[in-house]
């Protein structure tokens, strides 16, 4: 009696599995259809080449790089989105470096002339915010998270600070002791820190909360010794989510190299920028993937080769080469970069658009 009883459960545990997969390759076959959107016949989606086909498309498929974030000018227009160029307005003004802040909800925008003016749109309607002296020198930082303060640096002797709310400058921190311009770079909105270095004797970086107005210092270390210092620095970008700062030596002096150290003191990364024969420089940095461009010079070939480095630990990239003549411009997020006229970028090897006269100054 139990053995026909265990029969009886196995037939059963047997039909249920067969309706199971039966179900399944049903649900599986409704996703299928043929180029002219019709469904494939059962016995052609049977066939072993098809099945393989219909398992292989259902696998990770590459994600092209999204061109759609993409801000860029061109004949005296402000646009989004170079493959369908969407209208956002006519700017009148030379913009200075080609750089947009666009403000994190996408209402704002601003940017600096050539002639020291700062100019920020809102409701498609430029104003004129401040006209800086000739002899001071401006940075925008960056807008604040908030949507309303956009940070300033401004260096006249020495380096301020200065927040700007709707009409109101506010000068926040001041007397600043940097040679160089910029006085700092922060790819990402501002959410709770600036960082910047000061120069008076050695150089040190002051990690500054925007909140709390507490500041916290860092060491620009050169090497595993903390007392190793150096007097002088280019400086390349801080990450405030991932809590990275990335600076250079100057030219000129040795050893010629390329650091980057956490907020934690911690020094994560020296890259050698002069090699025998070979010259590397920074391009650019995109805080999503922590991974820094560069671009190496040999002396001895005619090309360049184009390569990213994490931020964060050893992991090397190579992209590819470009001409010796080339320039090569690293866009502010996104993964992209310019070569000359064409958009690439480092998550997708193959991938490139012709930009024509378009000047990418910004991506979402």
């Known amino acids: 009696m139990s053995s026909q009883k265990n029969k009886l459960n196995n037939l059963h545990l047997l039909g249920f599995f067969l309706c199971f997969i039966t179900l399944n390759i049903l649900v599986f076959y409704q996703l299928f259809v043929d180029e002219k959107y019709y469904r494939i016949p059962p016995k052609v989606f049977l066939n072993p080449k098809t099945l393989k086909t219909a ?77 800086f002296p000739e002899n001071q020198t401006v940075q925008i930082i960056n807008w604040g998270q908030n949507n309303n303060d956009l940070w300033l640096a401004i260096k006249q002797e020495n380096w301020s600070i200065v927040k700007l709310t709707g009409e109101k400058i506010e000068v926040i921190k001041k007397n600043i002791v940097f040679p160089n311009t910029p006085l700092t770079k922060n790819i990402s909105y501002i959410k709770e820190k600036i960082v910047y270095p000061d120069c008076r004797q050695t150089c040190q970086f002051m990690i500054f909360d925007i909140n709390t107005n507490a500041t916290q210092e860092i060491p620009a270390l050169v090497d ?59 391009v650019g940095y995109y805080p999503e993937s922590q991974e820094m461009l560069f671009v190496s010079k040999n002396s001895q070939d005619k090309n360049q080769e184009l390569f990213a480095y994490k931020a964060n630990k050893p992991s090397l990239k190579i992209l590819g080469k470009i001409g010796n003549n080339q320039t090569v411009e690293a866009i502010s997020s996104g993964g992209f970069y310019e070569v000359d006229n064409t958009l690439k970028n480092i998550f997708d090897k193959d991938f490139g658009f012709d930009l024509g006269d378009k000047k990418i100054i910004s991506v979402l």
């Not at 990770?60 to 005296?76: H, M, T, Y």
Request: aromatic letters at 12%.
């Open 224 to 282: 595993n010794n903390p007392d190793t210092r150096i007097k002088d620095l280019l400086f390349a970008f801080y990450d405030e989510k991932s809590k990275l700062i990335a600076y250079q030596r100057v030219p000129g002096d040795e050893p010629f190299k390329f650091y980057v150290v956490g907020f934690d003191k911690t020094l994560l990364q020296t890259i050698n920028l002069d090699l025998p024969e070979k010259q590397i420089e920074f």
């Open 55 to 131: 398992i292989k498309s259902l696998s990770a498929q590459k994600i092209p790089p999204d061109i759609s974030r993409v801000f860029f000018l061109e004949n005296g227009g402000f646009y989004k989105n170079p493959l369908h160029p969407e209208p956002i307005i006519n700017i009148k003004h030379d913009i200075y470096d080609n750089q947009v802040f666009t403000s994190p909800q996408n209402d704002k925008l601003a940017f600096l002339t050539k002639n020291n003016s700062l100019i920020i749109i809102k409701d498609d309607k430029p104003q004129i915010i401040k006209e």
